[in-house]
Structure formats: structure tokens, C-alpha cells
């Protein structure tokens, strides 16, 4: 089986351009996460959405906007790029979602984001 | 507000040994914790997933254990190859739906 699937691998954009990511969750899984990853960081949690809906979002700005799709699918988009927007974006997905406790998290491979 | 410290933040032991990785948190109210293995460049590895009722999980060589009260987990790996070399970074969820959150990991190396 496929595991979580994110496009594109590497980018690079200059300032105050947009971006968009992309990510295909674990088939079956309804929950899909969003995380950025600065260099020699954890990951920081950006959004969650479930069945189509947003669920959860952290203290990210908004330049930062993300959208489910009804395949489960999801794109997250930075619109005014800053050269902190520089990071490994990764994508998550879990079966549950919406709720506290949404279980094990399966991570994709990310998006590293270059940002000049 | 949430916490999640790992100490040391990078350790090197030879081939054999057994790894001690330590996670501290502030606030016990979790659901649950996990343990990612990350390699360079490279997205997250679920390793093991304990929820908040539990004491520990196994996984073959890998057996983590969670205390909510004293705010503490440790990932014990046993018997270490130069193939478990990576960062290994837990994660806390609890307060916010869907949110995990890391620690800034325990850098890895296992030397031959």
C-alpha cells in the first residue's frame, strides 16, 4: 500500500511569490495534518483537516491556508513568501481525525521549500 | 502551554549498546505520545504510538514506556546497529485537536 504522498520534493521560490503543496493521504485515512520543519527543529503543527473541514490550526500566519479535498487529498498554500518560510513542510495522516486524540500520525516524505 | 524537552540532544555509542532516549513534557492531560525516527532530509518514521492509559509499547527491539504523572517517556532501543543512526523525535498530542508536539529531537549516531 501506498503511504502518504507529497508533491513536490524540492522547490524554490523568491520572496513574495506563492507556493502550493501538495499531499495524498494513506488510502482510507480522512485526516490530513499539516507540519514545518526548520533546520535542527521539530516539526511545528500548521493545520488539520478532517472530512473536508478545518479542525485545528496553529500559530502560523494567514499567509498560511490549506483545503481538503473530497478524495481526502490536500494542498497547503503560503502566499507572500518570506525567506523564514524556508523549511521542510510535511504532510500527516491518521484514520480519525477531528477530535482529540487522533492516534498514530503517518508522515510523508515532505516538501523542502527554498525560499530566496 | 505545552513543553516537550529532549536530553541529550545528540549521543554517539558504538555497535550493541542499548540507546536510552528521553522525553519530558510539562503538561500530564495528553491522549497520547509517539516516537519518530527521522533520517537526514528525510520525512518521520512512526516508531511507537502510546496512548494516555498505557505503561509502555513493543515494537522487537524498540520498547518505549510513559509515566503522565512525572511527565516523562523513554525509548529504549536494544542491542544498537549503525543502521539506527538518525534523530529521534517524540511528540505529545493533548488540548488541540490533531495537534502533535515535538520535541527538537535526540540526534543519533551508532558507531561500527
Known amino acids: 500500500d501506498a503511504g502518504v504522498t507529497q508533491s513536490p520534493t524540492h522547490l524554490i521560490k523568491t520572496r513574495g511569490q506563492h507556493v502550493t503543496l501538495r499531499c495524498s493521504p494513506i488510502s482510507g485515512h480522512k485526516s490530513v495534518s499539516w507540519y514545518q520543519q526548520v533546520l535542527g527543529q521539530g516539526p511545528q503543527f500548521i493545520f488539520q483537516y478532517y472530512e473536508k473541514e478545518e479542525r485545528g490550526r496553529g500559530n502560523f500566519p494567514d499567509r498560511f491556508s490549506a483545503r481538503q479535498f473530497p478524495n481526502y487529498s490536500s494542498e497547503l498554500n503560503v502566499n507572500a513568501l518570506l525567506l523564514g518560510d524556508s523549511a521542510l513542510y510535511l504532510c500527516?495522516?491518521?484514520?480519525?481525525?477531528?477530535?482529540?486524540?487522533?492516534?498514530?500520525?503517518?508522515f510523508g516524505e515532505g516538501s523542502r521549500l527554498t525560499v530566496l | 502551554k505545552q513543553e516537550v524537552t529532549q536530553i541529550p540532544a545528540a549521543l554517539s555509542v558504538p555497535e550493541g549498546e542499548n540507546l536510552v532516549l528521553n522525553c519530558s513534557f510539562t503538561d500530564s492531560a495528553i491522549y497520547n505520545l509517539q516516537w519518530f525516527r527521522q533520517d537526514p532530509g528525510k520525512g518521520l518514521t512512526s516508531l511507537l504510538l502510546i496512548q494516555s492509559s498505557q505503561r509502555e509499547q513493543t515494537s522487537g527491539r524498540l520498547n518505549a514506556s510513559l509515566d503522565k504523572s512525572s511527565g516523562r517517556s523513554t525509548l529504549y532501543i536494544a542491542a544498537s546497529q549503525p543502521g539506527d543512526s538518525a534523530t529521534y523525535l517524540c511528540a505529545v498530542e493533548g488540548g488541540s485537536w490533531g495537534k502533535l508536539q515535538f520535541g527538537a529531537g535526540t540526534q543519533v549516531v551508532v558507531t561500527p
Open positions: 500527516a495522516s491518521s484514520l480519525v481525525g477531528g477530535a482529540f486524540n487522533t492516534g498514530e500520525l503517518f
